[in-house]
């Protein structure tokens, strides 16, 4: 069995860990600072409700079996793709 690690070692790790927090995206939308990932959140949704549409014109929605797995991965990949887009950097 392996020893828990030293109390020292804990809170020495947990120093480093805040650093990525220390600044988040915003956008200003009408005057008012508004966080980036709600936005793309927003666009991921409303490209998925597209994508539904899309597929219910061709066709290829009533041969989906897995419809709450697929419109959700649907939503977190487009949702992923607009924030990899306008926020990479």
Same mark, same amino acid.
Request: some cysteine; glycine content about 8%; overall charge positive.
């Given at each position: 069995?392996?020893?828990?690690?030293?109390?020292?070692?804990?809170?020495?790790?947990?120093?480093?860990?805040?650093?990525? +927090?220390?600044? @988040?995206?915003?956008? &200003?939308?009408?005057?008012?600072?508004?966080?980036?990932?709600?936005? +793309?959140?927003?666009? @991921?949704?409303?490209?998925?409700?597209?994508?539904?549409?899309?597929?219910?014109?061709?066709?290829? &929605?009533?041969?989906?079996?897995?419809?709450?797995?697929?419109?959700? +991965?649907?939503?977190?990949?487009?949702?992923?793709?607009?924030?990899?887009?306008?926020?990479?950097?």
């Amino acid at each position: 069995m392996m020893p828990a690690p030293a109390p020292k070692f804990i809170l020495l790790s947990a120093i480093f860990l805040p650093g990525g +927090c220390a600044r @988040g995206p915003t956008l &200003d939308v009408f005057g008012s600072y508004f966080p980036a990932w709600m936005a +793309c959140l927003v666009i @991921g949704l409303i490209l998925t409700i597209m994508a539904r549409l899309l597929l219910i014109g061709l066709g290829i &929605d009533a041969h989906l079996w897995r419809k709450p797995v697929v419109y959700p +991965c649907l939503a977190v990949f487009f949702t992923l793709a607009v924030w990899l887009v306008f926020f990479k950097g």
